[in-house]
C-alpha cells in the first residue's frame, strides 16, 4: 500500500482550515492573530522549569521589604494614619503597597530583560514569526506568562499578609484579581517599551526610572509629604495608581473612584498591547 493509500482522501477546505472562532480571531487577520498565544505560555513554563530558583528568588524580594519595613521600622515609626485617617499599624500600611510593587516587578522582570533578549540577541521572535504565529500570539503570550509569574508572587504575598494579620477586610479578596490587573498593564507597558531599546544600556535607563517611582508613589509614606505640584505629578504614575487601589481594597475601602484606578490599568494594557503587536510586525515581518 502506497503513502498516498495510508493517508486518506486529500482534506477538504473546510477542514483544512477550520472556521476562525472568537471575537479576536473574527476581527483581525490571520497574519497577526492566530489563536496560538498559549503555546507561548508553554515555551515559558518549559524552558523556566529547569530556572525554578529565579521565579522564586522574585518572591522574597517585598517580602524582604515588608518584613525589614514593617516589623523593623516599623517599631520605630509606631501608628500611621490610613488613607481617610483610621489608624493603622506600619506593617498595615505599607503591606497593600508591597504588593502592588510585587505584581509590578514579577510583570516587568519577564516583560523587559527576558522579551529584549529574546528579541535582540536570541531572535526567537523571527523564527516564531515564521510560524503560524502572529505578532499579537507573541505578544499574548509573553505578557501572559508575565502575567502569570506577577500574579503568583501576589498570591505568595497575599497568603504571608493573612499569615501576619494584615487582611483588614473581606474586600481583600479582590487583591489578587487587581494584582493580576497590576501585572497584565505593566508587562504590556514593559514590552512595548522594550521593543524601541537599542541595547543593555537602554534597559538600565529604564530601572533607572521604575526604582524612583517605586520609592515615592507612596509606597512607604502618604502622598501628603509632598508639596502640590509633586503629588499631582506622582498621580501620574502608574505605581500610584496600584498602590490607591490594594490599600482601598485592603481596608474595605470601597467607592466609585476605584474604577478610575481600573480603567487606568485596562487603557495601559490595550495600549501596550497595540504598540507592541504594531511594532513586532514592523520589525520583524518586513
Not at 138 to 147: I, K
Request: aromatic share 12%.
Amino acid at each position: 500500500m502506497s503513502r498516498l493509500e495510508l493517508a486518506g482522501p486529500p482534506a477538504s477546505a473546510d477542514t483544512a482550515y477550520p472556521p476562525r472562532r472568537g471575537l479576536l480571531l473574527r476581527i483581525l487577520p490571520p497574519s497577526v492573530y492566530a489563536g496560538r498565544a498559549t503555546v507561548m505560555m508553554e515555551r515559558s513554563a518549559r524552558v523556566y522549569r529547569r530556572a525554578w530558583l529565579i521565579i522564586v528568588s522574585g518572591f522574597f524580594e517585598p517580602l524582604f521589604y515588608l518584613l525589614s519595613f514593617g516589623a523593623g521600622l516599623g517599631a520605630l515609626v509606631g501608628g500611621v494614619s490610613g488613607p481617610l485617617g483610621q489608624p493603622l499599624t506600619y506593617a498595615e500600611f505599607i503591606a497593600p503597597a508591597l504588593l502592588a510593587s510585587s505584581a509590578m516587578n514579577g510583570a516587568l522582570n519577564d516583560s523587559m530583560m527576558s522579551v529584549f533578549f529574546k528579541l535582540k540577541y536570541a531572535k526567537l521572535y523571527d523564527g516564531m514569526l515564521a510560524t503560524s504565529l502572529g505578532p499579537m500570539d507573541v505578544a499574548l503570550g509573553e505578557m501572559g506568562w508575565a502575567l502569570t509569574r506577577g500574579g503568583m508572587y501576589s498570591v505568595a504575598f497575599v497568603v504571608v499578609m493573612l499569615a501576619m494579620g494584615l487582611i483588614l477586610s473581606p474586600w481583600a479578596l479582590l487583591l489578587v484579581p487587581a494584582a493580576l490587573l497590576i501585572a497584565f498593564g505593566f508587562a504590556a507597558l514593559g514590552m512595548a517599551v522594550t521593543t524601541y531599546m537599542r541595547n543593555w544600556q537602554d534597559i538600565e535607563v529604564a530601572n533607572l526610572l521604575i526604582l524612583p517611582m517605586f520609592l515615592f508613589s507612596g509606597t512607604f509614606y502618604s502622598l501628603s509629604a509632598y508639596p502640590g505640584w509633586l503629588q499631582f505629578v506622582v498621580k501620574c504614575l502608574p505605581l500610584h495608581h496600584a498602590v490607591a487601589l490594594m490599600r482601598a481594597l485592603s481596608y474595605g475601602q470601597i467607592s466609585a473612584g476605584l474604577t478610575l484606578h481600573i480603567c487606568y490599568f485596562a487603557v495601559m494594557a490595550l495600549a501596550g498591547l497595540w504598540v507592541t503587536t504594531r511594532r513586532l510586525g514592523a520589525l520583524l515581518m518586513k
